[in-house]
Each structure stands twice: as structure tokens, then as C-alpha cells.
């Protein structure tokens, strides 16, 4: 049973370009979180998403910033025109229906760098 | 509101020795609580976490922790330590129905050989 796959592992990107990045999670999760962490800090929850719906987006950034979770296909967390501060690690985690609470398992996170 | 309190951001220890990383929460409402070790350019493992029931926790490769609900603390414990256990270590909490983890800013094991 293969855990959260993020990807891609690493991306570069120039100034005002777009980044996008996949989570697709555990098998029968249907829940889905994304963090951000900047440098020398913890994580900060960004979005909760079920498929085709989103829960909680109270800690996404007000422009720029999406995500999606559709029926078929992984997570999408997309960020428009990036700036330097958008430089960081993201996170995915998923869970089971039935412990949302507690249930969460992380991936191995995106690294985007903006230059 | 919630937050969750790392003490320290750095801790050396020698090999062998004891360890205990510290975390304190603030929470009008019951917690969940975890602890996540976080390797280099890795993602966060879970190392144990508090639901209900006993305070005392075990976890994976050694650790263990406490909820002491007086003190709105889950400190961190390896009673020895080994060189593989340099990382960093984050506590976190959910507040009992609500969606999304509160972390604490992390504290940096360092195993001095």
C-alpha cells in the first residue's frame, strides 16, 4: 500500500510563473490536507479538500493560490505568477473518512523554489 | 485560540544520554496530540500520538511521551539516545472535531557522538 506520493519532488521556478503540485493519496483516504513550511519554521495548514469539494481553504493566501481535488486524479495545489517568499516546503497529508482527526499520514513534500 | 509551544529550537545531547524535548498547548476545548520527526529533506513520520485513555504514550523507535493535562503539556522522552535519532522534531494538536493540525515551530535533536 503505497503512502502519500507527492511530485514532483523538487521544482524550480522563475518569477511570475506558475507552479503546480500533486498529491495523490494514501489508497481509501479521501481526505486531503496541504501545509506550507517556510524555512526554519513549522508547518501551517493551508486547505482541507474531499474530493470535489473544499472544506476549509482558512489558511490559503487570498490571490495566487488554489487547489483542487477532483473526482478522478490527484490533489492539485496551484500557485499563480510566484514570488521569492512563495519558496518553501508543501506538504500533503490524507486520511480515512473515519479519522479525520487522527488519521493523518504526511508525503514526502514538494521543495519549490523561486528564483 | 490554538497554539502549540516548542521550548526549545535547539538540543544537543550525547549519545546514550537521556532526551526530553518540551510542548505545551493552549486549548479552550479536548486535544488530540502528536508528535512528527521530520529527517533531512524528508517528510514528517508520526512517532506517537495521544487520543484518550493512558497519558503515557509509546511510540516508534524508542520514544515515548506524556499528556499531562494540568500542565496543557506532551513532552517528548528517550531514556537513551542514538546518533540516528539527529532530526527535527515537531509536536502538534487538533482540537477534538476540527480539521487541520496546529504544529509547533519544531526543535532540532542534535546527537552528539
Known amino acids: 500500500n503505497a503512502g502519500v506520493m507527492q511530485n514532483p519532488r523538487h521544482l524550480v521556478r522563475r518569477r511570475g510563473q506558475e507552479a503546480r503540485l500533486r498529491c495523490s493519496p494514501m489508497k481509501g483516504h479521501s481526505h486531503v490536507y496541504w501545509y506550507r513550511q517556510l524555512p526554519e519554521e513549522g508547518l501551517k495548514f493551508m486547505v482541507y479538500l474531499q474530493k470535489e469539494n473544499i472544506i476549509d481553504e482558512s489558511g490559503m493566501p487570498k490571490e495566487r493560490f488554489s487547489a483542487e481535488f477532483p473526482k478522478e486524479g490527484p490533489s492539485i495545489l496551484r500557485i499563480q505568477q510566484v514570488v521569492r517568499g512563495d519558496s518553501a516546503a508543501y506538504f500533503c497529508?490524507?486520511?480515512?473518512?473515519?479519522?479525520?482527526?487522527?488519521?493523518?499520514?504526511f508525503g514526502s513534500g514538494t521543495r519549490l523554489t523561486v528564483v | 485560540a490554538q497554539s502549540v509551544t516548542q521550548l526549545d529550537s535547539q538540543v544537543p545531547v550525547f549519545e546514550e544520554a537521556p532526551v526530553e524535548l518540551r510542548c505545551n498547548y493552549s486549548s479552550s476545548v479536548s486535544v488530540y496530540l502528536f508528535w512528527y520527526v521530520q529527517y533531512p529533506n524528508q517528510g514528517l513520520q508520526l512517532l506517537l500520538k495521544?487520543?484518550?485513555?493512558?497519558?503515557l504514550v509509546k511510540g516508534i523507535n524508542g520514544f515515548e511521551a506524556e499528556f499531562n493535562k494540568s500542565q496543557t503539556s506532551f513532552h517528548l522522552r528517550k531514556p537513551s539516545v542514538h546518533i540516528s535519532d539527529t532530526a527535527e522534531y515537531f509536536c502538534?494538536?487538533?482540537?477534538?472535531?476540527?480539521?487541520?493540525?496546529?504544529f509547533g515551530t519544531g526543535t532540532r535533536l542534535t546527537v552528539i557522538p
Open positions: 502538534a494538536a487538533v482540537e477534538t472535531g476540527a480539521n487541520n493540525l496546529f
Open positions: 497529508a490524507s486520511s480515512p473518512p473515519t479519522e479525520i482527526n487522527y488519521g493523518y499520514t
Open positions: 495521544y487520543l484518550s485513555g493512558s497519558t
